[in-house]
């Protein structure tokens, strides 16, 4: 289910000049082709392109700031219930990793120090 069986005849494979590289072993040659290959190949051709690349990067800034939320700000569990409850903590935690970066991009001012 969901594979097509493609098989070459005996006397086309046999008179083939490739046929000691393509099927050395066999009579014919045999290629079994699964059903949603075509929407494989349709993602490969995509994920060469330069667009793909940008979305890439693009994705792992969000990714990145997913993966710190859950693990380093403890969002991995909702504590609070309901849509409501969710998106307040999600909120929150989202500030507070707002607030991180801000406090990396401008650091509080030094006093100078007296001896």
């Known amino acids: ?3 097509a069986k493609y ?3 005996k006397l086309t494979c046999q ?3 490739s046929k000691a590289k393509c099927c050395p ?3 014919a040659r045999s290629i079994t082709r699964e059903e949603h290959e075509n929407a494989r190949q349709v993602a490969r051709d995509i994920a060469k392109t330069k667009q793909y ?5 693009l994705r792992k800034k969000v990714e990145m700031l997913f993966a710190h939320l859950k693990r380093i700000l403890g969002l991995g ?5 309901g849509p ?3 998106n307040d903590q999600f909120l929150l935690a989202a500030t507070a990793q707002n607030l991180r970066k801000l406090a ?7 006093k100078p120090r007296t001896a």
């Open 1 to 3: 289910m969901g594979r």
């Open 7 to 9: 098989r070459a005849l």
């Open 15 to 17: 008179a083939c000049p």
């Open 25 to 27: 072993n066999a009579d």
């Open 53 to 57: 690349e940008i979305s890439m990067k």
């Open 77 to 81: 569990r909702l504590r609070l219930r």
């Open 84 to 86: 409501c409850g969710a």
């Open 104 to 110: 990396k991009i401008f650091p509080a001012p030094q």
